[in-house]
């Protein structure tokens, strides 16, 4: 019973630090705010960012409360887990383990997010909404890339560098 406990908050509380980063993301590269996927991040997460941006207000496009709040349900996980298992932590190591985590969970997500573009690019015709958000999330980190990389007869290896730097830095932050 504690195991799947256990398993069921730290899956809801990391789900919701996804849909918490995902809207701090959106923001940053500007995605289409009207889109069938930004609306059921917002729909998800107003509820506690709302009531919080009141105390901490956004910094050009970085909405610092839904930063806030993410880093809060990473530490909260890790809190009520740790508590369950009788583990006594401090809470200064764990915030440090705590936005260790939330780095390389927004790292973990721009993985799957890069495979996920990569492999509709093989099967979709561009019509999908969820296409074109993954293509406004990663198309900032994507057109650098292709700008540096010579031509190579119509491939796009940028996808495949970024992934690599990806796992690169995982490994480097790895918990």
Known sequence: MNEGLQFLISTLFSLFAMALILRVW???????????????????TDPVVLPVRKILPSIGRFDLAAIFLALVFVWLRFFITSTMNGMSIHWLPLLVFSVQYLFLSVLRLLFWILIIRAILSWFSQGQNPIEHVLYELTEPMLSPIRRLLPPMGGLDLSVLVLIILVQFLMIVFAV
């Open 26 to 44: 959106m923001q940053a590269v500007q995605a289409n705010y009207f889109s069938p996927v930004a609306s059921a991040i917002r729909t998800v």
